[in-house]
């Protein structure tokens, strides 16, 4: 069993930088991956970034790459994506997912490889 607990998000402006954090308890060290999607009103959910827990291998969305970086604490069990350069088309409400088994290539953007969700942090970018 485990737990994922998002915080961090909130209004800000474009240009400006939030960062959001995922705890997660319970049986953390039958994790595998972690990632960050996102989800507008009226949008499908959306892949953001994902990162190995014992390698520390990342991937991130094209949109988003060299603006959001997500990094991991193992000590912590805590997973964080740092977000610079907001955009108004960066708000969303964000999950934090966590896998426990390895992703392959191609799957890692789905949200089917998954196992694990939190309720997600509002982020909200104005213009």
């Known amino acids: 069993q485990v737990q994922l607990v998002e915080s961090g998000g909130g209004l800000v402006q474009a240009g400006g930088s939030l960062r959001l954090s995922c705890a997660a308890s319970?049986?953390?060290?039958?994790?595998?991956?972690q990632a960050w999607f996102r989800q507008a009103p009226g949008k499908e959910r959306e892949f953001v970034a994902a990162?190995?827990?014992?390698?520390?291998?990342?991937t991130h969305l094209d949109s988003v790459k060299g603006r959001f970086t997500i990094s991991r604490d193992n000590a912590k069990n805590t997973v964080y994506l740092q977000m610079n350069s907001l955009k108004p088309e960066d708000t969303a409400l964000y999950y934090c997912?966590?896998?426990?088994?390895?992703?392959?290539?191609?799957?890692?953007?789905?949200?089917?490889?998954?196992?694990?969700w939190g309720q997600g942090t509002q982020v909200t970018v104005s213009s």
């Open positions: 990162i190995s827990v014992s390698g520390g291998t990342t």
């Open positions: 997912a966590a896998s426990l088994r390895p992703i392959l290539r191609g799957v890692v953007f789905s949200d089917s490889a998954y196992d694990y």
């Open positions: 319970g049986r953390t060290f039958n994790i595998y991956a």
